[in-house]
């Protein structure tokens, strides 16, 4: 089991940037994906990036491509996210999440921190 805690989130205007931190700690880290994920109001909660701590591969969802970027410090155990150019749309509670192995579901998560972009 691997235990998460977000930190960074924050107001922000249109076009600024954040970073957002996840400190990792517990068992099988090594061999985990650690995911973002955000949950807009009245919205599903989606996976915008995720890195692969074995290799350090990454995914980015369609939408922050070229904005966004997961990093990780493993001197640290914490993965981070920078989020620049930021739009009112990526509004939300911003969540860390881990699961071992390369795909299924994503069993251990943080309690979120909020992200909120004005227009």
């Known amino acids: 089991q691997v235990q998460l805690e977000e930190s960074g989130g ?12 996840c400190a990792a700690s517990g068992r ?11 949950q807009a109001p ?10 692969r701590w074995s290799d350090d591969s990454t995914y980015y969802k369609d939408s922050v491509k070229g ?16 989020m620049n150019s930021l739009k009112p749309e990526d ?3 911003y969540y860390c999440a881990a699961r071992a192995g390369k795909a299924g579901p994503y069993s ?5 921190t909020q992200v909120t972009v004005s227009s």
């Open 10 to 21: 924050g107001l922000v205007q249109a076009g600024g940037s954040l970073r957002l931190s």
């Open 28 to 38: 099988g880290l090594s061999s985990s994906d650690l995911g973002w994920f955000r």
């Open 42 to 51: 009245g919205k599903d909660r989606e996976n915008v990036a995720r890195i």
């Open 67 to 82: 904005r966004f970027t997961i990093s990780r410090d493993s001197t640290k155990n914490t993965v981070y996210l920078q």
């Open 91 to 93: 509004t939300g509670v």
């Open 108 to 112: 251990d998560w943080g309690q979120g």
